[in-house]
């Protein structure tokens, strides 16, 4: 049975670095026919996403994320990271992971999701 | 980017009456060459991750319920709950993955 478990801190202070891991079990990362993805939700607003990694370390950004984020995969710890540089305010959100699924090349839909991660930017 | 408009924002419906979201991408997310549908439905109760319930326009994801249902083609989809039930309130969202992936800004369905 897949999980996805995100960790990481529930507070950070404006332009400092994000980091969060999303641990994978009951599987492994190590899957061709997936990719690991990175979505938030600010509070009362709707899904963004924000990165994919497959376990290759193919990664693909949202363009309007791009030159603050970086994802990255551990596959022999089936884990995959998020950091987001100098987080301000409207970086509030819940982050969660998740699992998308891939043909060939492009990576399509998430079918497993973790619980989530609320964070906080705040000084 | 693909931006993908629902409507209406909120509905609200009676139990075991039909409730039906619309999605609509600002371009054609039809894949001529495996004719598929780049587009996904999910399911958000209040404190929970989204659920898959539809992926490829209209193939409904293990376990869900036959009531759910998603149609269309090229730029206008829908997903249909033949017949409400109380847990079947939450906010439902569209995504495309014809590109980098977007979603739609959501649905709330409530009980009238």
């Known amino acids: 049975h897949l999980q996805l478990q995100e960790s990481g801190p529930g507070l950070v202070k404006p332009s400092e670095t994000l980091s969060l891991t999303c641990t994978v079990s009951?599987?492994?990362?190590?899957?061709?026919?997936?990719?690991w993805a990175w979505i938030r939700q600010p509070p009362g607003k709707g899904l963004e996403w924000i990165a994919s990694v497959n376990y290759r370390g193919r990664t693909y950004y949202n363009m309007s994320l791009q030159s603050r984020v970086t994802i990255s995969v551990a596959a022999s710890e089936d884990e995959f990271s998020l950091t987001l540089s100098s987080v301000t305010a409207a970086d509030t959100a819940v982050y969660y992971c998740?699992?998308?699924?891939?043909?060939?090349?492009?990576?399509?839909?998430?079918?497993?999701w973790g619980q989530g991660n609320m964070v906080t930017v705040s000084s | 980017d693909i931006v993908m408009t629902q409507s209406p924002d909120s509905l609200a419906v009676s139990l075991g009456e039909r409730a039906t979201i619309n999605c609509k991408s600002s371009q054609s997310i039809l894949y001529s060459p495996d004719n598929e549908n780049y587009l996904a439905w999910y399911q958000q109760k209040p404190g929970q991750p989204p659920k898959l319930l539809i992926y490829?326009?209209?193939t409904r994801e293990s376990g869900v319920p036959d009531r759910f249902s998603g149609r269309g083609s090229g730029t206008d989809f829908t997903l249909t709950i033949s017949s409400l039930q109380a847990e079947d309130v939450a906010v439902y969202y569209c995504?495309?993955?014809?590109?980098?992936?977007?979603f739609g800004q959501g649905t709330t369905v409530e009980i009238k």
């Open positions: 995504q495309q993955y014809y590109t980098t992936p977007t």
């Open positions: 998740a699992r998308q699924t891939a043909r060939a090349v492009a990576a399509h839909y998430f079918d497993f």
């Open positions: 009951g599987d492994s990362i190590r899957t061709i026919n997936y990719y």
């Open positions: 490829w326009a209209s």
